[in-house]
């Protein structure tokens, strides 16, 4: 392990600016999943894979010449579909949490497979006029792409979390999650509010997919590349909690980023993950 | 008049009949010779499965030139290939299904360094010669019967970079602070630290060290700390996206390095990113004269030009990986031509003691654990194309090294 | 268990050894090499997914690092074989430890923290992984550059070397088989599922629950360790990337959940299934055409088969094969009986309890001498600013029933669930049989003869009705064997006329026999405290006097009772004396019909305007 060497102000802050533009990366990823393991007990891997197929849609449509974050507007709804239309097809099976795990990861594989026979595995990266542009605000280099991002995950996991708050349909289904049988007798439309949730849920996948086109190359096999750390930063941040994993995600890339900065790279795994757990032994309430 | 009819009668009876012997024999010979099977795995699914489509689309083309050819011994040739998902433990048993269950007559080796080594392995419990493409750690290639199609000789952590370190001090501006950053997975990490010590021995300073973890994804504290070193000259251990994710990085910083070295980059992605200017790298091969001359090149190319456009491939020019590939091809012919013979005994003493006339000129394997001379050239990302730029002799129209 | 599974279950280690004898013949048939590592992967899996099971599919405690402890074996075996030239077979048990050392460490940690449950502890243990990885990797153990095991020769087991690491798998898988079943069907299996369902209430019972914990998981991972070892010499190349990454722990979470994770086998089934699926498409011209038709099938698969493989090939033979014949004490009842009939009948049959030794004797002291059994002194307990016990002092005194009463809140739960350990006091202490139990994990507590009842019942939701009861035998110290403690637990249902629905799960029952569950389970350990927090809640009016007449024969074998109860002419009619609790406080104590009618009493329950209306 090389020596730490003392950072600069400047590469310090821009690091952990790094860290939390992927961070925020992070929690945009994580929320549908959260929100989905904590009001619908599915465990949905296959957020992943919608993640990159957005991602995939985005870079095709940008490709023909239309502005990337104009593509949301037809992502977006069809994703919303998509989710729902599947939670309505396994609704009337009897899924448990795990059981959904691997029902998800098998969708995994199936989508996978989609996206390798229509893009080849090669690598593709959009190249789009939002790249190029960047601010400076004092030293430090803000990115538009990420920036973007930021944006879209803060203002998202904001709003959904004022839904869940203060909304009725956000008690409702928080109070469905918890005890269906009860939220059922008091009139919740527990089948109409789940179609709902997963259709948003995969809309977010798909926001998220926007902004993992804007900023990363895309491969298929990437798909899993994403899993363990996204995991993380919503187990992290407590299932179904709508600010959760931006938090979690936050933290996460801000150690590893500042690990990289201060010492050799190759350990920010190592410290990132160890603060969690330390977090977890130490403050489980918390994330609970 | 009658001997004059009798004449013609006879040329044309004879013309007939060597018409017909002409279509028959060789189906004849045909439906009598079994065909040459030769077996391999790729990652056709997986991550490694970007590179190994190159893989696959090569062998197709070789293999049909080949039947075109007359096949091997007279007999047609027949590729099996299986996928092995990217895992070397799937490769290690596909390869024994091949040898021992296919009954595979040769095998050709499969993509990365992992699957190498397994079917390396197999290939030595079976005594079956292995000539495999992309081996990146020549120390591990420890079996007698294997034959490297990548010319890296057999110590490449030394002399690669040393070729790379002449092309610079022929240069324009020959650097003299490094920023060495690398990933640590295996055939990039031992190339790095190669290199380090090369340029120690150059007289090189180096101001950076780092490593990163292969799967990282935040390029940015690197990207930050090589701006702030100042180097005159950054090596990159990259491999796949990293040269881009680091590039992409360090252009939000508005840092542009001032020379730039990558290892094993995806040369597609790297050479349309504008941010490439000037980035070098290395190859045994490119799309261009004077290795297009090479027999057989040309029209290779061309048909990998075609298929891999028809596959939907991003990038359809021929660099390391196809011509390592129809290189591996080329070798086993040669041994098997030459042995007349698929004993792979023979095809191995042979291939030891000879040299084999290549896309790549002709290779020899009598150095360590097989390997013959280092044939890595240093190529440039100029104006959106790569172009070779040392040693001199495989340049052309005048291309040199560029230094802004 | 019907006779015939019974006996069936004795064989199951017979089965298992013999299966792995004759499939060690495999190759002398002389096939290709390619079966021997094609059924060594599928064998290598067994024994991840069947490891892993052990600990997750048991405890339910599911685990994200299986990956971790299998690189320690596989980085140890690698490390011993590359650097120190160890011979092979005798690195596999280096490798075992190591990872058995590992898990152990992470365990006493984790299991220490109660909050570190479910998804918490998956994340922990993911977490754990990447930790792991990233010190190999960045350490002489690997150091990023992989580590080469080519020049190691492989050991001549087998006629060939694919075959000698199809036979080491074999080995370990039949090993793994054979701890996985004798887990399941001993003592420590019936605790492990009890902590599965309801970790506190198995503790409670007398399950040591973070030992049980620590044993299963350090099991899990020795076994994880054999396999990595086993593995890096197959792969003779080991680097980091391949190992300590989420695709290992997943894959085992999916093997065990579509083979069924509460059976032994179950995870094995799901090995086997995903291996071939895997496995089977590799033909190149359809590589990705594979991948979807892969994900498809385990789509179809866990869509109709949502309990996994096993559990419904169980239920298609089930159906098929002999059914299970009326449990012995009743007639087969076809619907529930009412508590009186089913007083009744227990009436009718043997009444005395089982062994007719009262639970005083087990102790060693005689019933009703009025010597006090518990002491509270002080106690006092705080919950984050809710000051629920305050200072309390009671005696409660051997062969007596005492009633808890208060208002709502007083305190009266906290006590029970302080005293039987569910919570640990801020204060005070507590003296049960001159022993001081202040501080002691419930298990132990349970140990001493303390059991409880909870006011909504808690029953273990997978286990049967006579499990339930027999775990509580089991843990309560009464028996050792589960046999046994079946045959005990029958007994305590004929009592709480429970015995027709011996085989039925709790969510089969009513509320009112689940309270009686409740009770039988409390029973089963012949405790000599019982504690009845609010049993009669919820019953109706025959129920009531039929619950009434049962605890008090209870009593009547030597228990001592202590029961929270407002239904008040169950008090009058069982109660010696009652204590009233009033936020937190200790407020009266004597005979019922006193202490009721004693004006602060009244307060307390009625509030002052109504006192003062009584008062008139």
């Known amino acids: 392990m090389s020596a730490f060497t003392l950072p600069s102000a400047s590469l310090l802050s821009q690091s952990v600016l790094s860290g939390i533009f992927v961070g925020a990366l992070y929690g945009l990823m994580g929320l549908g999943l959260s929100l989905s393991w904590g009001l619908l007990r599915l465990i949905n891997l296959a957020h992943f894979a919608f993640a990159f197929l957005a991602a995939y849609l985005c870079y095709e449509l940008a490709s023909r010449g239309l502005d990337p974050l104009l593509t949301l507007a037809a992502i977006v709804p069809l994703f919303f579909a998509i989710g729902a239309g599947l939670q309505g097809l396994v609704a009337r099976f009897a899924i448990t949490p795990f059981n959904s795990l691997l029902l998800t990861f098998g969708l995994t594989g199936l989508v996978e497979a989609l996206i390798q026979s229509v893009w080849t595995a090669d690598f593709r990266k959009l190249e789009s006029s939002y790249a190029e542009q960047k601010f400076k605000v004092g030293t430090l280099f803000v990115p538009v792409p990420e920036l973007i991002t930021l944006v879209l995950a803060v203002a998202i996991s904001v709003a959904v979390w004022a839904v869940l708050r203060h909304t009725d349909l956000g008690r409702a289904l928080r109070a469905a999650a918890e005890d269906a049988p009860i939220a059922a007798a008091f009139g919740v439309n527990q089948k109409a509010n789940a179609l709902l949730l997963a259709g948003t849920c995969a809309a977010l996948a798909s926001i998220a997919g926007v902004c993992l086109a804007l900023s990363f190359t895309l491969a298929p096999s990437q798909i899993y590349a994403w899993i363990g750390v996204v995991f993380a930063a919503v187990m992290l941040g407590g299932l179904g909690r709508a600010l959760g994993p931006l938090v979690a995600g936050t933290l996460i890339g801000v150690s590893e980023a500042v690990t990289m900065a201060v010492t050799a790279p190759s350990w920010a795994p190592m410290v990132s993950f160890t603060l969690l757990i330390v977090v977890l032994v130490l403050r489980p309430g918390r994330a609970a | 008049m009658k001997t004059f009819r009798s004449t013609r009668r006879g040329a044309l009876v004879a013309a007939l009949a060597t018409v017909l012997g002409a279509i028959a024999l060789p189906a004849a010979t045909q439906t009598a010779a079994a065909p040459v099977r030769i077996g391999s795995t790729l990652a056709l699914t997986g991550p490694l499965s970007a590179t190994a489509q190159i893989h696959r689309i090569v062998g197709e083309i070789y293999v049909e030139q080949l039947n075109k050819r007359g096949g091997l011994l007279g007999r047609p040739v027949e590729w099996i290939v299986k996928d092995d998902q990217s895992k070397p433990d799937l490769a290690r048993t596909l390869y024994e299904q091949l040898v021992t269950a296919d009954k595979v007559d040769l095998l050709i080796g499969p993509y990365a360094t992992g699957a190498i080594l397994s079917a390396m392995g197999v290939a030595q419990r079976y005594n079956k010669v292995l000539v495999h493409h992309t081996l990146g750690i020549p120390a591990l290639a420890k079996y007698d019967m294997q034959f490297p199609a990548w010319s890296l000789g057999s110590d490449p952590a030394t002399t690669v970079p040393n070729t790379i370190f002449d092309a610079l001090a022929a240069g324009p501006k020959p650097p003299k602070t490094v920023a060495v950053v690398t990933n640590k997975f295996p055939s990039i990490q031992f190339m790095t630290a190669g290199a380090r010590e090369v340029m120690k ?178 190529k440039q990302v100029q104006n959106g194309h790569w172009v070779v730029v040392w040693p001199k002799e495989v340049t052309s129209g005048g291309a040199k090294l560029i230094a802004p | 268990m019907s006779g015939p599974l019974r006996a069936l279950v004795k064989r199951t280690p017979i089965a298992i050894v013999g299966a792995g004898v004759l499939l060690a013949g495999l190759p002398l048939l002389g096939l290709p090499a390619f079966y021997d590592s094609l059924l060594y992967l599928m064998l290598h899996w067994i024994v991840l997914a069947t490891s892993w099971n052990i600990l997750s599919g048991y405890t339910g405690y599911f685990s994200f690092g299986h990956g971790a402890f299998f690189g320690a074996g596989l980085y140890t075996t690698s490390t011993l074989l590359a650097r120190h030239d160890w011979p092979f077979l005798w690195t596999l048990p280096v490798a075992a430890l190591v990872a058995a050392v590992l898990g152990v460490a992470l365990g006493a940690i984790v299991f220490r923290v109660k909050g570190v449950r479910g998804e918490l502890f998956a994340l922990l243990t993911l977490a754990v992984t990447f930790v792991i990885g990233t010190i190999v990797g960045n350490t002489p153990l690997d150091g990023g550059q992989g580590v080469s095991l080519s020049a190691v020769p492989v050991p001549k087991i087998g006629p060939t070397a694919s075959s000698t690491f199809y036979l080491l798998a074999l080995a370990a898988a039949t090993t793994t088989l054979l701890i996985a079943w004798g887990i399941a069907a001993s003592r420590f299996g019936a605790g492990l599922f009890a902590i599965h369902d309801d970790e506190d209430a198995a503790e409670v019972i007398g399950v040591p629950t973070y030992r049980y914990k620590l044993m299963a998981l350090a099991i899990s991972c020795a076994l994880a360790g054999v396999a990595g070892g086993i593995h890096a010499l197959f792969l003779s190349y080991v680097t980091v990337g391949e190992v300590f990454t989420i695709a290992v722990p997943l894959t085992v979470v999916l093997m065990s959940v579509l083979g069924g994770t509460r059976h032994w086998a179950g995870p094995a089934v799901g090995a086997v299934a995903i291996t071939g699926l895997l496995y089977s498409f590799t033909a190149a011209d359809h590589a990705i055409a594979g991948k979807a038709a892969t994900g498809a099938i385990l789509i179809a698969a866990i869509l109709f088969m949502p309990d996994g493989i096993l559990p419904r090939l169980q239920r298609m033979f089930d159906r098929r094969g002999a059914s299970v014949p009326a449990v012995v004490g009743a007639t ?122 909870y006011q909504i019942p808690r029953p273990f939701a997978h286990l049967s009705v006579v499990d339930n009861v027999a775990l509580a035998a089991m843990f309560g110290g009464v028996v050792a064997d589960p046999a046994a403690a079946r045959r005990e637990a029958m007994t305590w249902l004929e009592f709480t006329g429970l015995a027709g629905r011996a085989d039925a799960r709790p969510d089969a029952l009513n509320l009112h026999q689940r309270k009686f569950l409740e009770l039988a389970r409390a029973l089963a350990s012949r405790p000599s405290l019982v504690l009845l927090d609010e049993v009669l809640s919820g019953l109706t009016p025959s129920e009531i006097d039929a619950a009434v007449a049962l605890i008090r024969r209870i009593r009547d074998q030597g228990a001592t009772i202590v029961f929270v109860e407002h239904v008040m002419r169950a008090v009058m009619a069982l109660t010696d004396r009652i204590v009233v609790f009033d936020h937190g406080l200790l407020l009266a104590e004597g005979a019922a019909s006193e202490v009721m009618k004693r004006p602060d009493v009244m307060t307390a329950y009625l509030g002052t305007a109504a006192v003062a209306v009584a008062r008139q």
């Open chain 3, 332 to 453: 087969a009842p076809v619907s529930a009986p009412s508590a009186a009939q089913a007083l009744a009948m227990a009436a009718a049959s043997a009444v005395a309890a089982p062994g007719s030794v009262s639970a005083g004797d087990r102790r060693g002291a005689t019933v009703g001498t009025g010597a006090v059994l518990l002491q509270v002194r002080g106690l006092d307990k705080r919950f984050k600013g809710v000051h629920a016990l305050s200072a309390v002092d009671v005696d409660v005194r051997r062969g007596e029933i005492l009633g808890l009463l208060g208002p709502n809140g007083s305190g009266k739960s906290t006590f029970i669930n302080v005293i039987s350990g569910h919570y640990a006091a801020t204060a005070g202490e507590v003296r049960f049989e001159g022993q001081d139990l202040t501080g002691t994990p419930a298990h132990r507590i349970a140990a001493a003869g303390i059991a409880r009842t």
């Open chain 2, 201 to 378: 021995k150059r007289g090189l300073t180096e101001v950076l060290f780092l490593e990163w973890d292969f799967g990282n994804r935040d390029f940015g504290p690197i990207a930050n700390r090589v701006k702030d070193a100042k180097p005159d000259f950054v090596w990159v251990g990259a491999i796949g996206l990293d040269g881009n994710l680091l590039l992409d990085a360090m252009k939000k910083l508005d840092y542009v390095p001032p020379q730039h070295f990558y290892l094993y980059p995806a040369p597609g992605p790297l050479v349309s990113l504008p941010e490439a200017k000037n980035a070098l790298s290395v190859t045994i091969f490119e799309d261009q004269p004077p290795f297009t001359s090479a027999p057989g090149a040309a029209e290779f190319v061309k048909l990998y030009r075609e298929r891999a456009t028809k596959a939907g491939l991003a990038d359809p020019s021929v660099e390391t990986q196809a011509a390592a590939s129809y290189t591996a091809w080329q070798i086993l012919e040669a041994g098997v031509v030459a042995t007349k013979s698929l004993d792979d005994k023979a095809i191995a003493t042979w291939l030891k003691a000879n040299k084999v006339d290549t896309l790549q000129g002709k290779l020899r394997f009598d150095g360590l654990g097989n390997f013959g001379d280092d044939l890595m050239r240093v």
